[in-house]
């Protein structure tokens, strides 16, 4: 069953991948915090609906895709954030009306959310653009041990090696050993999520947050 490698364009894939995402990436507190009841159907379309938000409003957000030939079923999907010729500006996280139930719930994903994103976030401040953003990358449970992640990634380093990019991402255990292969490295390795005893949750996450040299 071929694969292949292709942009992540129509609006209505996203309502078919957000479940696989999620799928593939629970239980995370991380993403618990920031994507909540991500297991429940409603949820996922206000999520989908939020990646589609963000996808056009953003010039920087990137989607790709890997597409199974025969089936046509997409089992594979990665965010990157491209900063090309401008850096972003550092805004809160948020959400489609309706993604926290209370106002500590969302308080606490936009403090989750800065706390994991920190590093990336210095990285950007203090080097200069072209730098290339890893921020989501998701498996369909049903086809990981195929390649995907591996097309996946090896189309986005290409495409940070053409701008000459400097490129990042915070990793978790499981997806180390993928990055490693692309000549990631380790930078800081840390536990970032506190608990919120009003939001009801509370866990740690080990992550990595690793960069890779520009091409040349």
Not at 48 to 67: L, Q
Not at 198 to 207: F, M, N, P, Y
Request: net charge neutral; with cysteine.
């Amino acid at each position: 069953m071929p694969l292949e490698h292709s942009l992540l364009q129509d609006d209505a894939d996203f309502f078919k991948v957000v479940p696989f995402m999620f799928e593939a990436s629970l239980p995370n507190p991380f993403i618990e915090a920031c994507w909540p009841n991500g297991r429940d159907a409603e949820a996922q379309k206000r999520h989908a609906a939020g990646f589609i938000a963000h996808k056009n409003m953003d010039p920087t957000v990137t989607w790709t895709k890997v597409t199974d030939t025969e089936t046509r079923q997409i089992v594979g999907v990665a965010q990157w954030f491209v900063f090309k010729d401008n850096k972003p500006p550092e805004m809160d996280f948020d959400g489609p009306p309706g993604t926290w139930k209370t106002d500590d719930a969302k308080k606490y994903a936009q403090e989750v959310y800065a706390l994991v994103t920190s590093h990336r976030r210095q990285v950007i401040r203090e080097n200069d653009v072209p730098i290339v953003v890893l921020s989501i990358m998701a498996v369909h449970p049903k086809h990981q041990h195929r390649g995907v992640g591996t097309m996946l990634m090896k189309k986005g380093m290409h495409m940070a090696d053409e701008m000459k990019a400097l490129s990042v991402v915070d990793s978790t255990v499981a997806g180390r050993p993928l990055y490693d292969k692309f000549d990631f490295h380790v930078k800081h390795h840390y536990y970032p999520i506190p608990a919120c005893k009003s939001c009801g949750r509370g866990d740690v996450l080990e992550l990595f947050f690793m960069v890779r040299p520009r091409a040349g």
